[in-house]
């Protein structure tokens, strides 16, 4: 038994891919099937679209998380932070007349700002970072309120001359909506991914997360990189934000709570480790598109929102447990 174990473990595709998220592939493609199977309508066009609508907001905010998880952290805040930077930045535009563009690039820099103080307050306030994210998460969710007047707000439609941004995500071609946003996901995957594996900051992210510690004492400027994850982090919750305001039409004060654990929950599922030190971008993505499927399959058999958080739940556990298998075959 054993051997055949090692034998699957040590097939060329499977070490190319790596065992967890070949599992996790195989994962979503099963959830796919199945949920096509019980409900047939579950296969439409349409449906496919509002998998990719769903995956936007929940995968830049899961790339981005994946760097704080890496740096041995936790970012609790981007889901708040998303909603924040959509509803101030859809604010200005609605009530202040700014021009679009400027609120695209405001909802993003509202994300970074975030992010920096989360890196500030783990990094050089010595926060615990479920503490600090926490902390930010309340601030962000306040701020987005007060700033609105407790309002909701509607970002300018597609037929109207400023909602142009919303071609960035889907496309309405003649009756049939183009999910056009799936190019800028794969593209900001590419690019963390080069980031994370490639460069100098990744791998100095990626150290923080094995040994700290030793990272420190070999002269890197620890708390300059763990900083960066975080700013990272915070930036891409602000960029889905927009992903957010582009998909749905009105965006509400106090929302955004619980974003974060899909966001986690598809990072953990796709191989990266909760204990820091190693992160897959191509696996996050995975995760992501079973969250994504998860939501907007769950209604098709008759399961609404209270089931679908079980759901994510208890797929969250699972991924964990299945981390925590992982790093005890390693040592």
């Known amino acids: 038994m054993e051997n055949k174990k090692n034998g699957f ?3 060329p595709i499977v070490k190319a891919i790596g065992t967890q998220k070949l599992i ?3 994962a979503l493609i099963v959830l796919y099937v199945a949920f096509g199977l019980i409900n047939p309508a579950f296969r439409s066009y349409a449906t496919l679209v509002n998998i990719f609508d769903a995956s936007y907001y929940i995968g830049l905010m899961a790339i981005g998380v994946t760097f704080a998880i890496t740096s041995d952290g936790i970012d609790l805040s981007i889901g708040t932070v998303l ?6 930045s859809g604010y200005l535009i ?3 007349n700014l021009p679009v563009i400027l609120g695209l690039l405001v909802c993003i820099l509202i994300g970074a700002i975030f992010g920096l103080l989360n890196g500030v307050l783990v990094s050089y306030m010595g926060l615990p970072p479920f503490i600090a994210t926490l902390g930010s998460m309340m601030l962000s969710k306040g701020i987005g309120s007060v700033i609105t007047k407790a309002q909701s707000v509607t970002w300018p ?3 109207s001359e400023q909602g142009w941004f919303r071609s960035i995500f889907k496309i309405n071609q003649n009756g049939v909506l183009i999910p056009t946003g799936f190019i800028l996901l794969i593209a900001v995957a590419i690019l963390a991914a080069i980031l994370l594996n490639k460069t100098k900051p990744g791998r100095y992210i990626l150290a923080l997360g094995s040994n700290s510690e030793a990272t420190r004492l070999s002269g890197v400027n620890v708390a300059k990189w763990r900083t960066l994850a975080y700013v990272i982090s915070g930036t891409l919750a602000g960029l889905a934000g927009l992903a957010y305001a582009s998909i749905y039409s009105t965006v509400l004060p106090g929302g955004g709570g619980g974003f974060e654990l899909d966001a986690i ?3 953990v599922i796709g191989g990266t480790s909760m204990s820091g030190g190693y992160g897959t971008i191509s696996g996050t993505l995975i995760g992501v598109f079973i969250m994504s499927v998860l939501k907007t399959g769950l209604p098709f058999i008759g399961l609404q929102t209270h089931y679908q958080q079980i759901a994510t739940g208890i797929v969250l556990v699972f991924a964990v447990y299945m981390d925590v298998l992982n790093r005890k075959k390693k040592h």
């Not at 909603?83 to 101030?88: A, F, N, P, Q, R």
């Open 157 to 159: 439609q597609a037929s």
């Open 9 to 11: 473990q040590n097939h």
């Open 24 to 26: 996790a592939l195989l």
């Open 83 to 88: 909603m924040c930077s959509s509803l101030v």
């Open 265 to 267: 929950a598809g990072v």
């Open 94 to 96: 609605t009530k202040f």
